[in-house]
């Protein structure tokens, strides 16, 4: 396995059309490059098709548009995030971004979201009717996205200072695409008007719930429930977690109905952040609500609640579907170094996920393996799932650097995930890393440790010398047992003790790595600053 590692967001980023966003992706590795040395992409999947977004080659910067950026002197610091400004529909999609510095590569996948507030427009503003005549008001709800939307009729009476939801006599249309990505809705209300109702105010309201689309349990997730076009200013907005008890006993019914909210759950309106908005003379709020999810809350609703006056709340719920990527991915092989004319049995380990369903495909440099052993899915640790998959085969002569591949596919990954294990029969060389001392500044007169540390190298059998101004030290030197990981590789740590005197000042240690897939020894230097 690699010393380059890279972490992006783990859940999908939401971002209002027109304003800024920034996407994760942090890399560390174990070398110390410098900005020549690293190379940056980003690819961005869209519905008109995947495109090259930024690219860096460690020298020279492409642009596909001018509203992205890679920050050059965050990139030498191990950030590799993508800046984009003026966010629109069009940029929302699956974002991957790979980081190269050779030999090593790592990529990492991050959801973009975007959203649109609609404008709402109530035609006429002064309608006048006579008593006993029929008449139309007219709701445009224009330019928003995404298609999903809710509009409620409200009426305010002269002798009732409270407004009332209206149910008869409403006409919704089905949202149009604009032809821009956004969407428009028309909604009527007919009246017929009495004396009762002279100087009457008809509100047209729309509300929806944001939700991301992938929700991973005890990761933080925003819920974004978005009230528009109210009046008066005064708007009261109730977030409410339904019990389980509450979910089984519920009868069916779509989010846009308005029924009591009588249902025992617990009130999450103290942890809401509301933001009121003003359009002219109307009103909106944007009432966002930040929770950790747990498996408990798979298949479990959440409710906005929106009280406007004395009138009958408006009530918008969403169902959540808790995901858990899985804890442990690894290709696994027995025995652990391949051996021509010998069975070798390769196990894709997949670990701690959530829900069960799970499909893994083998692949021999990318060509399908038709045979295949699996091991579950089976409930492992509580509610979360493992399978094992395993593959068998006689390795040959010509199997040397032929490549396997397990392509994971689970509801918690964006496409899939993907391991790989290269048959190796000659042998793989050390990574010899660069000497470290502890103390980290030796002393004059006191003891101090220098160890060199060598990792994924096989066979085992490896030679390391230390010397000191271009001679041999015995005395000191020590090694650490040879560790075998997953992969048939093999790691130690080397190393050599000595108490600096004052003429050790500005001498010159190294450490001679001899292995037989190298056909030159490996070195590294260390030059002794000592303390006085």
Known sequence: EGTLKLTSSTFPVHSLAGSDVELTCMFSSSLTPQLTDIAVEWKADTRDGQMMVYSFDGKK?????????????????????????????????????????????????????????????????????????????????????????????????????????????????????????????????????????????????????????????????????????????????????????????????????????????????????????????????????????????????????????????????????????????????????????????????????????????????????????????FQDRGRLYSVWNQIELTVSKNDHKVVYTCRVYHESFTGFKELSYRINLQGMPPEVLWITSDPAQPEVGKECTLNCHMNNFCPDTITVKWLKNNLQVDNGVSSSPSILDTNGRYSLYSFLKLTPTRDDQGSVIKCIVEHSTLTSCEERSYRLHLVN
């Open 61 to 377: 910067e492409v642009y596909n548009r001018n509203r992205s950026e890679v920050s050059q002197r965050r990139l030498v610091l191990g950030d590799a995030s993508l800046h984009l400004r003026n966010v629109t529909v069009g940029d929302e999609g699956l974002y991957t971004c790979t980081v190269l510095i050779t030999p090593e590569m790592a990529f990492g996948t991050t959801q973009l979201d975007v959203s649109v507030q609609p404008s709402v427009t109530l035609l006429p503003e002064l309608p006048t009717i006579t008593v006993g005549e029929e008449r139309t008001l007219l709701c445009e709800i224009n330019r928003f996205y995404p298609k999903p939307i809710d509009v409620v009729w409200f009426i305010k009476k002269d002798f009732n200072p409270e407004q009332e939801a209206v149910s008869r006599d409403i006409c919704t249309g089905i949202p149009l695409p604009n032809g821009d990505e956004t969407f428009s809705v028309q909604s009527r209300i007919t009246l017929w008007a009495t004396a009762k109702e002279s100087d009457a105010v008809y509100t047209c309201q729309v509300s929806e719930i944001l939700v991301s689309e992938m929700i991973f349990g005890n990761e933080t997730v925003t819920l974004i429930c978005n009230i528009s076009a109210f009046r008066p200013k005064q708007v009261q907005v109730k977030w409410l977690r339904l019990s389980n008890q509450s979910l089984q006993e519920k009868e069916h019914c779509s989010s846009s109905e308005r029924i009591p909210l009588q249902e025992a759950g617990e009130d999450l309106s103290d942890m809401a952040v509301n933001k009121p908005l003003k359009h002219g003379r109307l009103y909106s709020t944007v009432s966002c609500l930040r929770i950790v999810p747990t498996l408990d809350d798979d298949n479990r609703e959440y409710r906005c609640r929106v009280l406007h006056g004395k009138s009958k709340p408006v009530i918008k719920s969403t169902t959540l579907r808790v995901k858990v990527r899985p804890s442990y991915c690894q290709i696994t092989s027995l025995p652990h170094i391949p051996e021509p004319g010998k069975q070798l049995v390769l196990c894709c380990r997949t670990e701690q996920f959530y829900p069960r369903a799970i499909t893994l495909k083998w692949f021999r440099d990318e060509l399908l393996v038709e045979q295949f052993t699996q091991f579950g899915s």
